[in-house]
């Protein structure tokens, strides 16, 4: 068994403007790492956000699509105030089993301590507040078949086929959702 990966990211969002939504003012940091048993990678991902705010990302146009937190799934980003979460990833390629290009990818991601009951962000605040007396908590489950083209005129072609399933406690702000997407990918040369 090989360590094959380990990725560690963390933002601090700073208010240095008038503040006429409120305080954004929070930290976050995550970490995956992945260990590799021939083509088969098994990753343990945490992640937590610091401070009374949502991590301010793409809601606020802040930073935009900049942003690479790792526990960030298909539907739900885990970055609610003080929310905590664990992931759980397994990738595989299916090449060595006579499928070049093939490869599948399962996650399940579980969130909880969300509390945002000492937002003073007025904007977050008239959006949603969590009943602080219950364990917010939610989970998300991916899974994904990909076909990257390896050769020929199409070569790096990607099409991916990927489920989510995001299942929350009542009271947590987001809906329960089944969703399934087709991601197409080409890369263009120039």
Avoid: C
Avoid at 31 to 44: A, E, N, R, T, W
Wanted: proline share 3%; no cysteine; hydrophobic share 35%.
């Amino acid at each position: 068994m090989d360590l094959n990966k380990a990725a560690f990211v963390g933002y601090s969002n700073k208010d240095t403007g008038k503040k006429i939504a409120g305080n954004i003012e929070a930290n976050i940091l995550s970490g995956l790492v992945g260990y590799q048993i021939d083509q088969h990678i098994i990753s343990f991902g945490y992640q937590q956000v610091f401070g009374d705010e949502p991590f301010d990302w793409v809601g606020y146009s802040t930073i935009g699509g900049n942003v690479s937190i790792l526990n960030a799934a298909q539907f739900a980003s885990f970055s609610e105030a003080k929310e905590k979460s664990l992931q759980l990833k397994y990738e595989t390629s299916l090449g060595s089993y006579g499928l070049p290009g093939l490869s599948l990818m399962g996650r399940y991601i579980y969130g909880w301590d969300v509390d945002n009951s000492n937002s003073d962000n007025s904007f977050y605040r008239q959006r949603f507040v969590y009943d602080p007396t219950k364990d917010n908590k939610h989970w998300e489950r991916n899974l994904q078949i990909s076909y990257k083209v390896p050769s020929g005129f199409a070569k790096g072609l990607d099409i991916k086929l990927r489920q989510a399933t995001h299942r929350a406690t009542k009271g947590y702000r987001y809906n329960d959702i089944d969703e399934v997407r087709v991601i197409i990918e080409y890369p263009l040369p120039f």
